[in-house]
């Protein structure tokens, strides 16, 4: 974070706002660990702070620090909607574009409180009065560190903050193995294990607690998986059959898609997912090397996110979801900026 905004961000925090912190729907490991993270910063500093998920959350991120404390809207839709009337400083956090905070989106652009927006996706939109992004950092955790040390001191870190800090990094660099896993994210990662973030605990918390069910239901979509070797394209599909048949629960099929790009040729792995509830079928898309996910999600599919992670959605059913993707994909592929510039990532 700059000095200018830092300075912005310290004189919103002097007036002691009333402050709402949102992570974007569905929260991942960067987007629970980098609210928490945010959130006991400011509550250390006394001030009245509340988070509040648009959506649930997987039950693999539920053990981190006060996560029960998190407001999840369909929960306590009313609460919530009070609590976002009344707050005057709006922390959106891990997301570019009001769009991706639903169910919450109409009632974030009611508000008339002061947004600041932390993110590291690609092409943020305008909505805030401070916008910190910056596509090349590894998450939204590693910005948060910056933003507590240019408001404060590195002291202002506690083993609690470190703990969610660390989750969001570890979890958004794949164990930090993903393109945008820099000497700055291994520095910062150093700090927050020196603040005493536990990395075999955490890991174990979040990478090593399947059940039977998720594990099974890996396994069959593995099994479903199809390599298309002219593309090197691998993908997988998961109908809601499939998901009740395992018992599904949110989050069971977080990282799926990763395992396609194990295939030593793949450059693309993707993954369609039904969700009946919201008659949607939501997918993911990861690259290896410079082809741009974050561009075939806002071309074709409703979507977004960064070169090599992006997701996006359709309201067609699966297999007319699969069919357009076969329709697009040579299309895409043949595009002259389908693969960016080596030196952009
Ligand atoms: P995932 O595939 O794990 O849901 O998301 C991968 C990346 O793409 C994340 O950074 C996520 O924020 C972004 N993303 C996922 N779905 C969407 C979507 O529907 N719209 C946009 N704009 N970004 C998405
Ligand atoms: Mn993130």
Redesign the pocket.
Known sequence: MNKQDSKSLQALLDKRPIITIIP?T?P?GDAIGSTLGLYHFLKNQGHDVQVIAPTDFPDFLKWMPEADQILIYPNQESRAEQRIADSSLIFTL??N?LL?AKPLTSFLQKSLATFVMIDH?QQPDTYATITYSDEKASSTCELIYNTIVSLSFQEAIDQTIATCLYTGIMTDTGGFRFSMTSPQTHRVAAVLLEKGANCVQIASEVLDSYSIDRLQLLGTVLDGLTYLKEYKTAYMSVSSKILKQFNFRKGDTEGF?NYGLRIKEAELAVIFIENEEDNLIKI??RSKTTLDVNLL?RMYF?????IN?????MSISLEDTIAYFLEVLPKFLSLPNAYQPMDTL
């Open positions: 974007h569905s991942d891990d997301f574009n991706r996706h898609v993911s898309f999600a409703n979507g977004g996110g960064h992670a992006a997701g996006g959605s």
